[in-house]
């Protein structure tokens, strides 16, 4: 895992990851366009789950809110696993901080706090292929809840890196992710919603009273 010392920017910063300039440009969105990208995308899979299976409405509304949780689970998996790889080799650390590493050295860069639109439709394709293998007439609703969690998911990574929570019941998200990158990156790996941390284990043993806010400038 990389240690907070290695914090460099609290600026909105966005230095190059890869020499290539046509590459780079690649690394970087507006999170419009992936948010966007994904209530689309999931409002279109509702919609053929009404007008081409047989599935009741409950049936929908329930498998979709089953994606939706799915998702906080594998968010929680991902940023754990793959974005704090451990980097037992020179490639592992390099993965590691191109896909993850470079956002802890400069949390402010906003073009970088979503991901690229070519993995958002590439990541989306794969899924529904995926989802429909596997659960059939199920897979539309599914995905949908889980395209709407991760949406969300951006929505709220977003904000907490650059706006100060709009109420105080969403403040635990701000000062979770500002634990998190200021002060120990082996905690709170859930960033729209810490319930994986409660039950794997990965909360702080003691919180600080007066955390960084990540969303202060």
């Known amino acids: 895992m990389r240690s907070q010392k290695n914090f460099k920017s609290n600026k909105n910063e966005s230095p190059p990851i890869f020499a290539n300039k046509w590459l780079d440009m690649f690394t970087r969105t507006h999170i419009a366009i992936p948010v966007g990208f994904f209530f689309v995308y999931a409002a279109g899979l509702l919609y053929y789950t009404r007008v081409a299976t047989d599935l009741s409405l409950l049936t929908t509304v329930g498998i979709f809110f089953t994606g939706w949780f799915v998702f906080t689970f594998v968010e929680y998996q991902v940023h754990?696993?793959?974005?704090?790889?451990?980097?037992?080799?020179?490639k592992r650390k390099e993965i590691a901080y191109k896909f993850h590493g470079i956002h802890h050295d400069y949390p402010k860069d906003k073009q970088r706090l979503a991901m690229p639109p070519v993995m958002s439709v590439a990541i989306g394709t794969?899924?529904?292929?995926l989802f429909e293998?596997?659960?059939d007439k199920y897979s539309f609703s599914f995905l949908a809840g889980f395209m709407v969690g991760y949406a969300f998911y951006l929505l709220v990574h977003y904000s907490v890196h650059i706006f100060r929570p709009p109420f105080k019941f969403l403040k635990p998200l701000w000062t979770n992710h500002a634990i998190h990158h200021y002060q120990d990156?082996?905690?709170f790996f859930g960033v729209s919603s810490p319930l994986w941390d409660y039950i794997l284990g990965t909360l702080p043993e003691k919180k600080n009273n007066q955390p960084v806010d990540v969303s202060a400038p």
Do not use: A, K, N, Q
């Open 185 to 187: 990156d082996t905690v």
């Open 126 to 129: 794969i899924l529904l292929f």
């Open 80 to 90: 754990m696993r793959f974005y704090h790889l451990e980097p037992t080799t020179e």
């Open 133 to 135: 293998l596997i659960l």
